[in-house]
């Protein structure tokens, strides 16, 4: 019965969001001046796609405890470095594929999908999830049904396009849910390391290629991180020493081989440019010198985590509330919600943390549903951050002053490109 009834809730509350769209759609539509698209994995992945039926799936507290009701689809307790990105830059934050028709007004959307790689085969064991070359297909998608009638002058779709901004982040599945998983795949019996790494940056560098021939010009790609200070990683090679260091090595040959690529590619496609996000050995630092950034805990996770091997957090049972205890939780003026439903669903109010004291085990890993400072925690779950690290990686991004690790241009300037 409480299934039954939380189901109900959701699909009024799907109900109401398209209605309100459609008296979106009524007024005069403006078209922005440039786009914020988003490809990759998890790590940048805002909300559900169509048929995503991977076990890498959130969607649920704690996620987005931030956020209110839309930031639970993403796999932090707050905004992802994209969405920084996009407020930053005085944009909206990117919607979902699945949600363009909703939102006509968007200025950007996210194809990003949870457990995706490069390599289509990477993170199948989990489910169905859709890779780079998927995603660019989503895109393709969105330009030919949605920007090409909004914009009917080729010149000024194109003007668009090259104005915008496409953030990739995306390799870390290849490795740990491909890779470092023998027992559901083969890659690393196939490749070396080294050649490993090649495979991937061909293949992306392709895709990166495929976007340019469909409008794209600026892009930021994201390197991958030190792999091997996940608590996920920490947990199943059990290292000696703070990270697995066989793991970071292949995040290392990865980065180097992209950076090539991209300085390739940047010689190759006249009016590209492309800006490299390194934050490998930022994130590292953090973890080795967590102090000098405001934080403590780099070990465990904010959130209490599965076990069915994900690494996500833990979904909280739900509690049955009765109708008549909702009636009487429903706000009295029948405008509240139309009224608060932007902010609420984009994830603009940020409540203070719950002080919730967890007790430890006897190897110092937290009990409990949720740390009681996010701000203080690196990882939120076992294999993402915590919106706070986020925000150092977007703050480096946009001032390379305070140690910039966005080359060769912080993202102020890829967004003045001309």
Same mark, same amino acid.
């Given at each position: ?86 407020? %930053? ?150 290292? !000696? ?15 180097? %081989?992209?950076?090539? %690529? ?79 439903? !932007? ?76």
């Amino acid at each position: 019965m409480a299934r039954t009834f939380f189901l109900l809730v959701n699909v009024l509350l799907c109900v109401y969001h398209i209605c309100l769209s459609k008296t979106c759609r009524a007024e005069e539509e403006e078209k922005p001046s440039r786009y914020l698209f988003v490809f990759g994995d998890s790590i940048v992945d805002s909300g559900p796609k169509k048929e995503h039926e991977t076990g890498m799936r959130a969607g649920h507290s704690p996620y987005g405890i931030e956020c209110q009701w839309y930031g639970k689809f993403r796999f932090t307790n707050g905004w992802t470095v994209p969405d920084m990105i996009a407020l %930053k830059l005085n944009l909206t934050v990117p919607v979902s594929s699945v949600e363009v028709e909703l939102f006509p007004r968007y200025n950007g959307v996210n194809y990003a999908s949870a457990s995706a790689g490069i390599l289509p085969e990477t993170g199948s064991a989990l489910g169905t999830n859709y890779c780079m070359e998927e995603q660019v297909g989503f895109f393709k998608e969105t330009l030919e049904k949605f920007l090409r009638p909004k914009f009917p002058s080729p010149v000024e779709l194109s003007k668009r396009l090259s104005d915008s901004i496409f953030v990739i982040n995306i390799g870390s599945s290849d490795y740990i849910f491909n890779y470092l998983q023998p027992s559901d795949y083969n890659s690393s019996r196939q490749y070396n390391g080294d050649a490993f790494a090649e495979l991937l940056i061909r293949k992306l560098g392709n895709h990166l290629e495929d976007l340019y021939n469909l409008g794209a010009r600026k892009m930021l790609i994201f390197e991958i991180g030190p792999l091997g200070c996940l608590p996920y990683i920490i947990n199943k090679f059990n290292p !000696r020493d703070r990270c697995f260091e066989d793991a970071n090595k292949l995040a290392s040959i990865f980065n180097e %081989k992209l950076e090539t %690529k991209l300085k390739e590619l940047s010689g190759k496609l006249k009016g590209s440019t492309f800006v490299t996000a390194k934050t490998f050995h930022l994130i590292k630092d953090i973890v080795e010198n967590p102090f000098d950034y405001g934080l403590q805990e780099t070990r465990w996770p904010c959130c209490a985590t599965q076990e069915n091997g994900t690494g996500l957090c833990k979904e909280p049972k739900i509690h049955y509330v009765s109708p008549e205890m909702m009636a009487k939780l429903r706000p009295a003026d029948p405008s509240y919600y139309e009224k608060q439903f !932007r902010k609420d669903y984009f994830c603009t109010r940020s409540p203070p943390p719950p002080k919730v004291t967890r007790p430890r085990t006897s190897i110092g890993k937290p009990e409990g549903d949720v740390c009681e400072d996010r701000e203080a925690f690196v990882f939120w779950d076992e294999l993402h951050l915590t919106t706070a690290v986020n925000r150092i990686i977007m703050d480096k991004c946009f001032h390379p002053a305070s140690g910039g690790i966005c080359s060769p241009y912080d993202i102020y300037q890829l967004a003045n490109q001309r």
